[in-house]
């Protein structure tokens, strides 16, 4: 898709007239992408797993909602299929959908149970491909933008987050192998790596700890920003990489961290 100067000025919505795909639109950073990329033109096709939180979402966000697992090939594929059916195309995927810590406390890496391990993958990796295998086919024609929930835990080490930081490592080759793969088809690939966002997935990671509160406290202490990031800083990101503003950036992993990895 070309550059658009309209767009990258603001003189025109970012989305006008695109259509996309967002799953994971629950809570926290999908629920917000969401809102925010219907609110910038975009017609938005939302899925998230939890019935209730899909219902929740479609009736409070007047949006189109389904209910499906992203490590579902079926499910997938239904997501895809009515997308198309309904829209004609997709122009943009965001693959947000995620787990994070699954074990009542990090556990080092002769501690991790085979369930927990292959959980995170299937669930952060695999249906991240699986999304974007069928997806591509239908922005293959006329371009478009996938944008992967990655991790700064997919780049810099992290002790007692074996399994996650290997699945979101495991998006990374995955995004750029995509890039390059299909530049040539127009389509965009990259990834958002954030820090700690104000969102149930670290809350419940701090939870587990056995001082959550001064837990928090460092981990706030740790970004240059002295806090954590709000879902809608992260869905900001991914509403741009999306866009025809951002249409020479390509097999790139974007650091949203406030400074976390900077120290």
């Known amino acids: 898709m070309a550059f658009d100067e309209a767009v990258a000025t603001g003189q025109a919505p970012l989305l006008q007239g695109k259509v996309a795909v967002i799953t994971g639109v629950g ?3 999908g629920r917000a992408a969401l809102r925010m990329f219907q609110s910038a033109g975009a017609t938005v096709v939302g899925c998230d797993r939890n019935p209730e939180s899909a219902t929740a979402v479609r009736e ?10 992203v490590t579902n090939q ?3 594929d239904e997501l895809i299929r009515t997308t198309v059916a309904a829209h004609g195309r997709i122009d943009a995927l965001y693959n947000n959908a995620g787990v ?9 890496t002769h501690e991790v149970t085979d369930g927990d391990f292959d959980k995170t993958l299937d669930i952060n990796l695999r249906g991240t491909f699986l999304m974007c295998r069928s997806a591509i086919p239908h922005m293959s024609e006329a371009g478009g933008a996938i944008v992967n929930a990655s991790s700064i835990y997919g780049l810099i080490s992290s002790e007692g987050s074996l399994a996650y930081a290997a699945s979101k490592a495991g998006v990374l080759g995955l995004t ?7 530049a040539t088809d ?3 690939c990259n990834a958002i790596c954030p820090g700690f966002i104000d969102t149930p997935m670290p809350a419940g990671f701090i939870g587990k700890q056995e001082d959550p509160e001064r837990v928090a406290a460092e981990i706030e202490g740790a970004h240059l920003l002295k806090r954590l990031g709000r879902p809608e800083e992260i869905a900001a990101t991914a509403l741009w990489l999306c866009s025809d503003a951002a249409t020479f950036i390509t097999g790139a992993a974007i650091v949203a961290d ?6």
């Open 27 to 29: 809570s926290g950073i």
């Open 100 to 108: 994070g810590l699954l074990a009542d406390r990090p556990d080092l």
């Open 186 to 188: 127009g389509i965009r």
């Open 60 to 69: 409070e966000e007047s949006a189109e909602v389904l209910v499906g697992d």
């Open 258 to 263: 406030g400074g976390y990895t900077a120290i």
């Open 176 to 182: 750029r192998t995509i890039a390059s793969e299909y």
């Open 74 to 76: 079926a499910d997938v």
